[in-house]
């Protein structure tokens, strides 16, 4: 099955990560649109069934780039987050590169970082993955926010982000700036890190890393307009999924903010 993002809403297809942006955009927070395919899909396209592939393609008709998330059943749920244990793919150009990147989320569930994470928590061994296709915001910003400080437990807005795609953040590729928000918004901490290298969407398709500016690698990527726009993304998310414990991945284009990803703060 596969269905606009808006319309997901059943865990046990299309997995939490894809339900949680639906429930975002229902509410009209700024999440990019896109579809979300279902485990059951996902294992059709791996067999190259015929009627599952074509209804792909057909899906992701068009010259937009897109990202390909995993959305496994279990991930990003509030007893087990998954982040970074299983891949996304980005700058995807052509239905033929998203069934590639399908294929490629699917085996990274079966990948011995994300079975250790398994094990890990007391987890079954297999995981089935369903999958999250949207459209790609070519970021000039991007970065996490946690709405707990991860180290301290404090209730407190912690943000990391870089220039470009936020995998230069997730990967680990710079150091981050790093700014700290009391629950008000009130800027409590402001570390510049060094973002000398941003990932960026590819002209043929995927994404490379490239050089920033030498006076934009100590320089701050986020100003207090940006700051107080993610302060307002996570009081959204508080009223919106009931709760104040949120890991947020966004992006900034253009001066808009987009989130990316949203999952419920976990311990492991």
């Known amino acids: ?86 891949l996304t793919v980005l700058g995807v150009r052509g239905a033929h590169a998203v069934v590639d990147a399908v294929r490629q989320v699917h085996a990274s569930g079966r990948a011995a970082g994300a079975q250790a994470y398994r094990a890990r928590l007391g987890l079954g061994c297999t995981s089935r993955m369903a999958v999250v296709v949207q459209e790609l915001v070519d970021a000039d910003v991007a970065g996490v926010l946690f709405t707990r400080n991860p180290v301290t437990g404090a209730a407190e807005r912690v943000i990391e982000a870089s220039w470009g795609l936020g995998e230069a953040v997730v990967a680990g590729l710079v150091i981050p700036d790093r700014y700290r928000l009391d629950t008000t918004g009130r800027l409590l901490e402001r570390r510049l890190g060094d973002k000398d290298t941003a990932v960026r969407r590819s002209v043929a398709g995927g994404t490379e890393e490239v050089a920033v500016a030498v006076g934009l690698a100590a320089a701050p990527c986020l100003g207090e307009a940006e700051l107080a726009a993610l302060h307002g993304l996570a009081s959204a998310c508080d009223r919106v999924f009931g709760s104040t414990e949120h890991d947020i991945e966004f992006a900034f284009r253009c001066g808009t903010l987009f989130l990316l990803q949203r999952r419920p703060i976990t311990g492991g």
């Open 1 to 86: 099955m596969i269905c606009a993002l808006a319309d997901a809403t059943d865990t046990e297809a299309f997995g939490g990560k894809a339900v949680q942006l639906g429930v975002g955009i229902r509410a009209g927070l700024p999440v990019p649109a896109g579809f979300a395919v279902s485990a059951d899909h996902v294992e059709a396209v791996v067999d190259a069934d015929a009627a599952a592939l074509t209804e792909l393609q057909a899906a992701c008709a068009g010259g937009a780039r897109r990202a390909v998330r995993s959305s496994a059943l279990g991930e990003d749920s509030g007893a087990a987050s998954f982040a970074g244990a299983h």
